[in-house]
């Protein structure tokens, strides 16, 4: 950014990888962002103020609601009607209470995975469906994992056509 003396262009860290404690970390719920129209999705974390991940949580109570519903809410509504929240993006995240995937943006459903903690003592209570998505959900959104998925494991894409300054840079994790 042309910040530097005499207008010269100087490197902008907008997260602090080094000390993750210098960075804020905010989790809001039914996040208004309009385009063309406003959408509200039900949970957006945000660090610094981006918008890096984008969640749809369901009913848990109808048995005709699933974690796809959420998903397919984020893929073909959200990611079509407000682009721009996406394109900072490092995952987005569904469930309806019982069953918590993620994926990436423009990351078709049927490859949306479940997250896996590693060190899960409650394996039977979440094969019955009960206290795993709180667990799953705060192991995914730790601060420390969130930033290593974007910092190691993000791909980033551009528009050669355009300067640097420019282009609309846009990443998604793998």
Known sequence: ???????????????DFE???NNQYVITNQFRIHYRETK???????INGIPVVVGEAKTPIRPSVSWLDGAHEIHNIYENAVPQLFVPNILSFATEG?????????CPLEFWAPWRL???DDAIARS?????VGKELKDLLNPTRLLDIMRNFSLF??????????????FSAV
Request: glycine share 8%; no cysteine.
């Open 1 to 15: 950014m042309p910040f530097g003396e005499n207008n010269h262009h100087v490197s902008i860290r907008l997260i």
């Open 40 to 46: 509200i999705p039900d949970i957006v974390m945000m």
């Open 128 to 132: 019955f469906g009960l206290g795993g």
């Open 157 to 170: 894409s551009s528009n050669k056509k355009k300067t640097a300054h420019e282009d609309n840079t846009a």
């Open 19 to 21: 000390n993750l404690d």
């Open 98 to 106: 019982k069953e918590f995937f993620y994926g990436s943006v423009r």
């Open 118 to 120: 590693s060190n899960d």
